[in-house]
């Protein structure tokens, strides 16, 4: 993207700031190998820097950023990386990543082992922020669990699945609103290595976990969490505590099944109304936060019920929209689109946003 488009991105990020606790964005991934093969075409166009536009349904969709196929993974962190900050000031934060399989949510989120995705690359922004405040005293500690079929598994710790022995973890909200996971390993870690140590070890255990489930890995959640506890010297002389948590979250695919598919397999059938509603209730919370609901329904599944004390409220959330840019697939990536459209302001008038463009509001 031209400077000038960066630059508009940024000013409208620092406005959505100081207005909002959401923002959502819209990442692209280049064709792929195999859609190249067949032909497939481009269907998507990034118009400017918040405008999407799907070519063969004239669709138009706006998000507060997007990020086309030629945007590196520096590119997608460099707009998101002041919430290290945010999570230092106290604030929580949830990050999220929803699209269909294949789409690039896990690429985005946790990358490959070539590149780090953004979780990573928040380690490192983390720990560099810990550093500019030698006199407070920094703990930080990473958990990760998988949320299968709405049984949530604790990924650092070694899984016995004979016989499913294993109790799933439960979840309490204590009485001062923060959720507590009864059981889960947190590892604490003195470095950005360390941390990512942490969750190298969370992402092995995952497939343990997923072939003795028999779970198909695009079927489940996973949750990296980052607890950042500031033990601060105050003005008056006495230590005060601030604590936050930052998750990292890598969601199943927002596909619907094929027919065949839930006809013929009784497990897929399982899994497949278990994402729907999951994601159903994370789309209902984040409409609600971004509507400025005064009811937020976290209580309808286990996934927003552990996301509760970090989505909403004084916490910070961003989502990203992943797509797949082919032609092939686009039916499924238009729904997803569109579902994904529930998380926006209410905009498009123009005393809303500085930039909001002066064209008629996209269908809903
Ligand atoms: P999902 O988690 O949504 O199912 P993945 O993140 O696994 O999808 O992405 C599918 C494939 O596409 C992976 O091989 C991934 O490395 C690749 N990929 C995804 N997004 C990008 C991107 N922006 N640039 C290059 N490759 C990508
Ligand atoms: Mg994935």
Known sequence: LARSEQHRRRLHNLYQDLKGQLRVYCRVRPLNAKEKRIGDKEAMRVVDGTTLEVRSTGDIFEFDGIFGSSESQADVFEDCSDLAQSAMDGQSVTVFCYGITGAGKTYTMYGTPEEDGLAQRMFGELFAQVDTIPQANVTIMGSMMELYNNYLVDLLRPIDWQGRQNPPLSLKLDKSGTVQVEGL???????????????????EQRSVAENAMNAESSRS????????????I??????????????FCDLGGCERLKKTEVEQDRDRRLEAIEINKSLSALGDVIEAIAKKRKYIPYRNHKLTQLLQDALGGNAKALMYVNCSPAQSSIKETVTALKLANRAKRIVNQPWESPTSPRRPAPER
Do not use: M, W, Y
């Not at 959640?221 to 601060?232: E, K, M, S």
């Open 221 to 232: 959640h996973v949750i990296f969490t980052v607890f950042l506890t500031q033990d601060v």
């Open 234 to 247: 105050s003005q008056q002389g006495g230590v005060e505590r601030i604590t936050s948590k930052l998750h």
């Open 185 to 203: 390993a947190r590892e604490p870690a003195k470095d950005p290595e360390e941390l990512k140590a942490v969750f190298q070890r969370g992402l």
